[in-house]
T-cell receptor, first 111, second 116 residues
Framework: QKEVEQDPGPLSVPEGAIVSLNCTYS??????FMWYRQYSRKGPELLMY????GNKEDGRFTAQVDKSSKYISLFIRDSQPSDSATYLCAMSGASARQLTFGSGTQLTVLP | GAGVSQTPSNKVTEKGKYVELRCDPISGHTALYWYRQSLGQGPEFLIYFQGTGAADDSGLPNDRFFAVRPEGSVSTLKIQRTERGDSAVYLC??????????????FGPGTRLTVL
């Protein structure tokens, strides 16, 4: 079983919809939680990161971490066609060095 | 400014051959990482450099894989006796800070390696 599980999708939503992306993990040592966005044939780019449980908001994006359930989420409000990409959750331990990624969720926002 | 660059963008080789993949990190970034991303999967950690030294090479799958960063800037990932299972996108990332602090890892576009 992988340390980080992520529903691969694909997920297709109409423009303006609220999108919910999720990951579960098994390693209690994970302390930093990140969401990356990856466009086709490009490297991942960091969207948001959180440390410990709670919510963090940045514009249309909200990241949630529930360490007791080992569950993290990314919400995208008012989704746009330009949000169409693969979203990767990533985690690291206290060293915050090597990242452990989920398998990615492919999102398509239809105009 | 320039981001992380990787060359070549694509590499096709035959089983058993030797390949080198190059990464130019963002200027001034002391930390450099290599990841491997197979089709439909997330990146998997291979090795991490802090300066010239490999601080963590626990992700290298076997001794056919080796990486260097002799001057603390450019890094080369070397794969000997390539196998078809080595086919993947090899991603390089760099960051400004060492371990212990969340630091954004800036990724390059990757080198797509195909072993025939």
């Amino acid at each position: 079983q992988k340390e980080v599980e992520q529903d691969p999708g694909p997920l297709s939503v109409p423009e303006g919809a609220i999108v919910s992306l999720n990951c579960t993990y098994s390693n209690s040592a994970f302390q930093y939680f990140m969401w990356y966005r990856q466009y086709s044939r490009k490297g991942p780019e960091l969207l948001m990161y959180t440390y410990s449980s709670g919510n963090k908001e940045d514009g249309r994006f909200t990241a949630q971490v529930d360490k007791s359930s080992k569950y993290i989420s990314l919400f995208i409000r008012d989704s746009q066609p330009s949000d169409s990409a693969t979203y990767l959750c990533a985690m690291s331990g206290a060293s915050a060095r090597q990242l452990t990624f989920g398998s990615g969720t492919q999102l398509t926002v239809l105009p | 400014g320039a981001g992380v660059s990787q060359t070549p963008s694509n590499k096709v080789t035959e089983k058993g051959k030797y390949v080198e993949l190059r990464c130019d990190p963002i200027s001034g970034h002391t930390a450099l990482y290599w990841y491997r991303q197979s089709l439909g999967q997330g990146p998997e950690f291979l090795i991490y450099f802090q300066g010239t030294g490999a601080a963590d090479d626990s992700g290298l799958p076997n001794d056919r894989f080796f990486a260097v960063r002799p001057e603390g800037s450019v890094s080369t990932l070397k794969i000997q006796r390539t196998e078809r299972g080595d086919s993947a996108v090899y991603l390089c990332a760099s960051s400004t800070q060492p371990a212990g602090v969340v630091n954004e890892q800036f990724f390059g576009p990757g080198t797509r390696l195909t072993v025939l």
